[in-house]
């Protein structure tokens, strides 16, 4: 298994700019994950699905970001408009539950993004 | 989900052990302690979990005390490989999904 992929790696674009994020979890995978990732606020949790379905979304900061899941095998995260302070590492991550504990997370290597 | 202490640095020679320590005093008894570690520049990487008894990988081992107030990850011979912040979290394996981590312990491994 190629392991959680991530495009783009790196993403630079100025202020006011729409920024798409993707994913494409482990396939077999049921929950897929966003974290956003800067020297300030450490690693955090921003959104995570289940079976495709937005589950916890209490650390999107604002209004200008958003997720979504359409299928099993893919997932976007979107800053519209993109400021500054958006710059940061992003990270997507899945895992599978299996009967009734929840196994560890897998990480992709992360969208390093930077709007100038 | 109880929070964890780690020191914020160490130091270990390359072929010693590392030995990590992470308290977490208020962890409940439905809750298992987790290691992730992440290596520059990479996501976070999965190490080992356990509750109570003491749990051996191919990566690690965990020893967690008695009243599982606190824990210590032991990298048994150390690469320069396995610099690295390494985090500790308890969560219960049955609740809410998320993973909350803190600063965690920037490991350096010195030839």
Known sequence: DAGVIQSPRH??????????????PISGHDYLFWYRQTMMRGLELLIYFNNNVPIDDSGMPEDRFS???????????????????????YFCASSFRSGSSYNEQFFGPGTRLTVL | DAKTTQPPSMDCAEGRAANLPCNHSTISGNEYV???????????????????NNET?????????????????????????????????????????KLVFGQGTRLTINP
């Open chain 2, 57 to 97: 990988n191919e990566m690690a081992s965990l020893i967690i005390t008695e009243d599982r107030k606190s824990s210590t990850l032991i990298l048994p011979h150390a690469t320069l490989r396995d610099t690295a912040v390494y985090y500790c979290i308890v969560r219960t394996p049955r609740g809410a999904q």
């Open chain 2, 34 to 52: 987790y290691w992730y570690r992440q290596i520059h520049s990479q996501g976070p990487q999965y190490i080992i979990h356990g509750l109570k």
């Open chain 1, 67 to 89: 997720a979504k899941m359409p299928n099993a095998s893919f997932s976007t995260l979107k800053i519209q408009p993109s400021e500054p302070r958006d710059s940061a590492v």
């Open chain 1, 11 to 24: 993403e630079v674009t100025e202020m006011g700019q729409e920024v798409t994020l993707r994913c494409k």
